[in-house]
């Protein structure tokens, strides 16, 4: 085992004590034998530091003053004794396989950066021989094929394009994952490796701030990369839309709607290849967004 290479987990925190506990017990109880967890303390002022102290000797605590999502994961990186990096965010939680079902698939698709999407739940066992299937910049302009949680990056790689980006405030991991795969191969396996918690204080809740940091990311992309130059109206379309689900979340219905119809003024056809996705699914959030959840669902079930 000692050929095998050591990941670090890299778990930023934020005032997030009554569920960093689940996150730093996910790490450390991954079936991988070589991990390192790092924990980064962006200053909470709750009561992480009591909760994690239990664990002081199998995880590396790190505590700065409060500096933002991307400073603490790249404070975590910059410790990281690692040859990959595995981010987690502290009200997340991974399957204890996920580090071994994606190290191997990783190397066998000869990538960057793998990850996979969130699961609902997360099953007793992972898919032993899950594949990793090379993703596009267009899938990362046009979806979400994979999240924070569930990334794992080739510490080689960062050394190549940088750490995350500390002036944006939200989407900087989209801006990191476009930024991998214009130079890098980058894959996601199609395996509930990771489970993601709903709350009230997530970032896809804070609309505004989400939209003027999402466009600096795609405007900064399409200057830095002519050749994608193509796909940039159907990207801005992709971004409305995305932020149309935000404000909806917020509970703004008419703010929704308005970047919903901008979405689809820009770009009426489906989207092509988008994973996940039914071809007209913003024209069903549209009419969502007019009825109201309650409404909608109770039209839905009459249909």
Avoid at 10 to 38: H, K
Wanted: aromatic residues 10%; glycine residues 6%; contains cysteine.
């Amino acid at each position: 085992m000692e050929n095998e290479p050591l990941v670090s987990a890299v778990i930023p925190t934020y005032n997030c004590g009554r569920y960093v506990v689940e996150a730093v017990e996910s790490a450390c109880a991954q079936t991988y034998p070589r991990m390192e967890v790092i924990v980064v303390d962006d200053g909470s002022n709750d009561d992480t530091r009591q909760r994690l102290r239990p664990f002081f000797d199998r995880i590396t605590y790190l505590h700065q003053e409060n500096r933002g999502l991307s400073a603490a994961r790249n404070r975590g990186i910059q410790a990281a004794q690692g040859e990959w990096i595995a981010l987690l965010d502290a009200d997340d939680r991974w399957h204890r396989e996920k580090t071994a079902v994606q190290l191997r698939a990783a190397r066998e698709a000869g990538c960057a950066l793998i990850g996979s999407a969130a699961a609902a739940t997360l099953p007793e066992a992972l898919p032993p021989e899950a594949k990793a299937r090379l993703l596009s910049v267009e899938d990362y302009l046009l979806s979400a094929p994979i999240g924070p949680s569930g990334a794992m990056i080739s510490k080689q790689c960062l050394s190549r394009i940088g750490l995350f980006d500390e002036t944006l405030r939200a989407v900087e991991d989209r801006d990191m994952w476009l930024r991998i795969a214009a130079d890098f191969p980058t894959a996601v396996v199609d395996s509930p490796c990771w489970w993601y918690r709903i709350h009230e204080g997530q970032m896809n809740r804070q609309a505004e701030r989400m939209g003027a940091n999402y466009r600096r990311v795609l405007d900064r992309f399409f200057a830095e990369h002519a050749e994608h130059a193509h796909l940039r109206a159907v990207s801005l379309s992709y971004m409305y839309a995305d932020l149309a689900w935000s404000y909806f979340l917020e509970g703004n219905r008419h703010r929704a709607m308005s970047y919903l119809l901008h979405s689809l003024w820009l770009h009426p056809a489906p989207y092509r290849g988008a994973q996940g996705r039914e071809p007209w699914w913003r024209s069903k959030h549209l009419v969502r967004y007019a009825l109201g959840t309650k409404l909608f669902h109770a039209v839905a079930r009459r249909i």
